[in-house]
């Protein structure tokens, strides 16, 4: 849609009520309440900080057999019988799962093209929602990633998009011998499905300092990571003894990352958040906010002030 004149362009034909694009899929938890609260979900896009090109996704569900449920209860005054619902939900072991391709529009060339990455399980309902995104972009706008995840939740390929080919290489690979936690800790942590600043971000990159910031429990405890975008060279930035929450704010000028995190004061709750700051250079890490208790932070647009 053009602004002010609402000039509405069409952009996909190929749909169907279980195959779209930015979509939710239906095997999600909590889908059935919120059809029955005529809740309405936003599209699942993550637009370019210049907004002439954005990610989004065909998600297909059209193969995933049905399920169905029965309400006994339906709302109302009158006495009325159960209500059914039938719906697409995948259980384990089903060959036919929800499947996503990562996809990209280019406003000016009016082109959406696909992604050269594997496509993804799903197991949020979408790979762009509220409160998570499989695909960010870089904080200049110039390139993109994106993680793709195999079914058993056990391995997630990160990847650098390139958006004027939509070409990918892969940085690096995170696994688990039991279960990747770090997007349910995201979902956890991220505040407000409405929040759109710095702390919405699943991972940050930076095409300034060339760096990829990521959460990883791979030690035992959620630290902070970075990646060299060209060499894949990892260094680890916090020290293990707390859980990091959240990336609050990146610092490109002073080389200093601000973060949330949990456990790492003596003698305070250990679910209580305490928000740092950790020097990228030396590594030093620096305690924020003194008094006990549970903190968050909300940084201005330049990083000069938080709340």
């Not at 569900?61 to 399920?67: G, H, I, L, M, T």
């Not at 093209?113 to 695909?135: C, E, H, K, W």
């Not at 003194?290 to 938080?306: I, L, Q, S, T």
Request: net charge negative; charged share 25%.
């Amino acid at each position: 849609v053009k602004l002010p004149s609402m000039e509405t362009t069409r952009l996909t034909q190929d749909v169907s009520a279980d195959r779209g694009y930015g979509i939710r899929y239906q095997g999600t938890s909590g889908y059935i309440a919120s059809r029955l609260a005529g809740d309405k979900c936003p599209t699942g896009v993550r637009w370019s900080p210049d907004s002439k090109r954005f990610f989004t996704y065909l998600l297909d569900f059209s193969e995933v057999e049905d399920y169905t449920l029965v309400q006994s209860v339906p709302e109302g005054r009158k006495a009325v019988r159960p209500v059914v619902y039938t719906y697409k939900y995948a259980l384990p072991g089903d060959e036919h799962v929800a499947m996503a391709q990562f996809m990209m529009y280019d406003v000016e060339n009016d082109q959406l093209r696909n992604i050269d990455v594997p496509q993804t399980y799903m197991s949020f309902g979408a790979p762009i929602n509220g409160r998570l995104s499989m695909m960010e972009w870089s904080e200049e706008g110039n390139i993109g990633a994106c993680y793709v995840m195999d079914r058993g939740c056990t391995r997630a390929d990160i990847y650098i998009i390139d958006p004027l080919t939509c070409s990918a290489r892969l940085l690096f690979t995170e696994t688990s011998d039991t279960f990747l936690f770090f997007d349910h800790h995201h979902i956890l942590n991220a505040g407000s499905p409405d929040t759109s600043d710095f702390s919405a971000k699943t991972f940050v990159i930076s095409e300034k300092l060339n760096k990829l910031f990521w959460l990883s429990e791979r030690e035992g405890r959620f630290d902070i990571y970075d990646y060299d975008l060209d060499t894949a060279e990892c260094r680890r930035l916090t020290d293990t003894d707390c859980c990091v929450r959240q990336l609050l704010y990146l610092d490109d000028e002073k080389n200093i990352l601000y973060y949330s995190a949990s456990g790492r004061e003596p003698n305070v709750n250990i679910y209580q958040r305490y928000i740092y700051n950790v020097d990228l250079d030396s590594l030093e890490v620096k305690l924020m906010s003194h008094e006990k208790g549970d903190h968050n932070a909300f940084f201005a647009p330049e990083g000069v002030y938080f709340v």
